[in-house]
């Protein structure tokens, strides 16, 4: 009875899984009709997530056994724009989305890049031949608004330019924005590590130039110097450049970098508590003062 009981067993086992396997190769290869269309891979997305995009756009069928078709075959999909098909196969989805070969880029600037910086990163997406942005935008430093942007492959650099140009007018349409205005706020954007800082910073580098002091702002002398990494103390004497607030009064003569609009209202807004000195704790967050001999009270007490 019990060898009955463990055959039928067997046998219905054998049925779900030969069942289960009959059904998983029918969906992963079954093909529709319908017509090409955008599908958009973002940064940080799961393969689930993808899967679940694929079906509410009709491409897929059944976002669990795309799901699992992936991880078993351990494709990495890639971030861009495809064009895809529901008259395609899973299979040949999964191909087009691993591969990588996008009919657009989604590329996202950050807040706080220099134009070096977004030439740089749009080279090796292989959207433009490197050195090609810096020759066209180098005299845009500040105007390139930081944003996610969906690039042809082989763009060419100026319409690169135009929509990024075009996106800041855009983004800053009523804010009455001047140069001056952009100036400082990419100071900001380089110095706040937390939007709460952003018009405290703000607040203190405009006191200090209403006093006629010195902004003596660390990332002017790093963009003078042409990187972000740290400083050593001679920089602040040995570099010689109109973009060293550590030597010149007032504003540097442009942009260090492309601020962010939360930057930029900071400037525009700026929280003014009569502060003229700050400095980053290690947590990121900034501590303020209203005199040196605070300024260096509080130094003493976290450094």
Same mark, same amino acid.
């Given at each position: 009875m019990l060898k009955k009981i463990l055959l039928i067993s067997g046998i219905a086992v054998g049925v779900i899984i030969i069942g289960f396997g009959l059904y998983f190769y029918?969906?992963?290869?079954?093909?529709?009709?319908?017509?090409?269309?955008?599908?958009?891979?973002?940064?940080?997305?799961?393969?689930? =997530?993808?899967?679940?995009?694929?079906?509410?756009?009709?491409l897929i069928s059944s976002d669990a056994v795309f799901t699992y078709y992936t991880k078993l075959k351990g494709e990495?999909?890639?971030?861009?724009?495809?064009?895809?098909?529901s008259?395609?196969?899973?299979?040949?989805?999964?191909?087009?989305?691993?591969?990588?070969?996008?009919? =657009?880029?989604?590329?996202?600037?950050?807040?706080?890049?220099?134009?070096?910086?977004?030439?740089?990163?749009?080279?090796?997406?292989?959207?433009?031949?490197?050195?090609?942005f810096i020759q066209i935008a180098s005299g845009d430093e500040g105007y390139l608004f930081p944003d996610t942007y969906r690039f042809l492959p082989q763009s060419k650099p100026e319409d690169i330019r135009t929509e990024m140009l075009a996106n800041f007018q855009k983004k800053t349409t009523g804010l009455n924005l001047t140069r001056d205005n952009l100036i400082l706020a990419s100071i900001v954007e380089r110095?706040?590590?937390?939007?709460?800082?952003?018009?405290?910073?703000?607040?203190?580098?405009?006191?200090?130039?209403?006093k006629g002091m010195k902004l003596e702002a660390d990332p002017t002398i790093q963009y003078a110097k042409g990187s972000w990494e740290a400083i050593t103390l001679s920089d602040y004497k040995?570099?010689?450049s109109l973009y060293n607030t550590y030597?010149?009064?007032?504003?540097?003569?442009?942009?260090?970098?492309?601020?962010?609009?939360?930057?930029?209202?900071?400037?525009?807004y700026?929280?003014?508590?009569?502060?003229?000195?700050?400095?980053?704790?290690?947590?990121?967050?900034?501590?303020?003062?209203?005199?040196?001999? =605070?300024?260096? =009270?509080?130094?003493?007490?976290?450094?």
């Open positions: 029918i969906t992963l290869n079954k093909k529709g009709d319908g017509l090409p269309q955008d599908f958009i891979v973002r940064s940080g997305q799961s393969t689930r =997530e993808i899967a679940a995009n694929l079906k509410k756009q009709g990495l999909i890639q971030v861009g724009v495809y064009k895809l098909s008259s395609q196969s899973m299979k040949e989805i999964l191909a087009i989305l691993a591969s990588g070969k996008a009919s =657009e880029y989604l590329v996202t600037i950050p807040e706080g890049w220099r134009v070096t910086q977004i030439d740089e990163y749009l080279a090796s997406k292989k959207i433009i031949t490197a050195g090609s110095e706040a590590k937390y939007d709460i800082d952003r018009p405290k910073i703000a607040g203190v580098y405009l006191n200090r130039l209403e040995n570099v010689n030597l010149n009064v007032g504003l540097p003569p442009g942009p260090i970098c492309n601020p962010g609009l939360k930057s930029i209202e900071a400037v525009l700026p929280q003014k508590d009569g502060y003229l000195y700050f400095f980053h704790k290690e947590d990121g967050y900034a501590d303020y003062s209203a005199t040196a001999e =605070e300024h260096a =009270e509080n130094l003493k007490k976290y450094q």
